[in-house]
């Protein structure tokens, strides 16, 4: 049995999530900014709904991307030296989860970012502990990323692109950020081809459990980001 959370209940220790369901752990609770603080500490991240309840996963193993382990093609590393976008930091959350929202799934029907599931990172936005990176062409929103940052310590939650690589552009702007301000893990979740072309691999849920516990106590402003100015 998957066990049902209340408003007060502790979430389950993560060695009980059911493999045979991608991690699930847990279902119930909510999505205030304490219990998503509290579950990423731990390792654990919402993904979809039933019934309008919130679904915590911990998988085992985790896709993680070291951001000095970031592969950059050629062909990428060709786009962002042309100059034709413009990369932003924080400046545009909610279209970036609106656009994360509306982006077609292979195999997925709809989407598992719901109205309550965006207003609750754009919440932990507010407070300064979610961001955005953005993508522009002609002033356009093209292509972004959102996610956590807690200590030296960054989770990914989802990606969109309305052109060819403008996600991938958004996300090499994110791992340089990252490691030059000692970040030491991104938290990818689940394994995708596509995160594993970008170095992305995945490593044991203890090992992980460890090194997020060695990052998220590390201390970190929170707010939002700078502009980047990143040469290529």
């Not at 985790?62 to 060709?78: C, D, H, N, T």
């Not at 976008?85 to 656009?99: C, H, K, L, M, S």
């Not at 989407?111 to 953005?134: C, F, K, N, P, Q």
């Not at 403008?166 to 990252?178: D, G, P």
Request: charged share 20%; proline share 8%; glycine share 12%.
């Amino acid at each position: 049995m998957i066990p049902y959370l209340g408003p007060l209940d502790p979430f389950p220790p993560v060695s009980t999530a059911t493999a045979e369901m991608g991690g699930l752990l847990a279902v119930g609770a909510d999505l205030s900014p304490a219990r998503l603080l509290d579950a990423y500490r731990r390792g654990i991240f919402p993904w979809g709904t039933v019934e309008g309840h919130p679904l915590w996963y911990s998988p085992d193993p985790r896709m993680v991307l070291v951001p000095g382990e970031f592969r950059i093609s050629r062909s990428l590393r060709k786009t962002l030296r042309s100059g034709r976008y413009e990369v932003r930091f924080d400046t545009a959350f909610a279209a970036v989860i609106a656009g994360c929202a509306a982006m077609p799934r292979p195999g997925q029907d709809g989407t598992w970012i719901t109205d309550d599931m965006a207003g609750a990172y754009i919440r932990l936005h507010e407070l300064g502990w979610a961001h955005s990176v953005e993508t522009y062409g002609e002033g356009d929103l093209l292509g972004g990323l959102y996610g956590l940052a807690i200590g030296g310590m960054f989770y990914g939650e989802s990606m969109f692109s309305r052109r060819t690589d403008t996600s991938k552009i958004a996300f090499a702007h994110l791992v340089r950020h990252l490691e030059e301000n000692g970040f030491g893990m991104i938290d990818c979740q689940m394994h995708t081809t596509h995160l594993a072309s970008l170095g992305a691999r995945p490593i044991p849920r203890r090992d992980f459990l460890r090194r997020l516990a060695e990052l998220t106590a590390r201390p970190a402003p929170r707010g939002n980001w700078p502009a980047p100015a990143y040469t290529w």
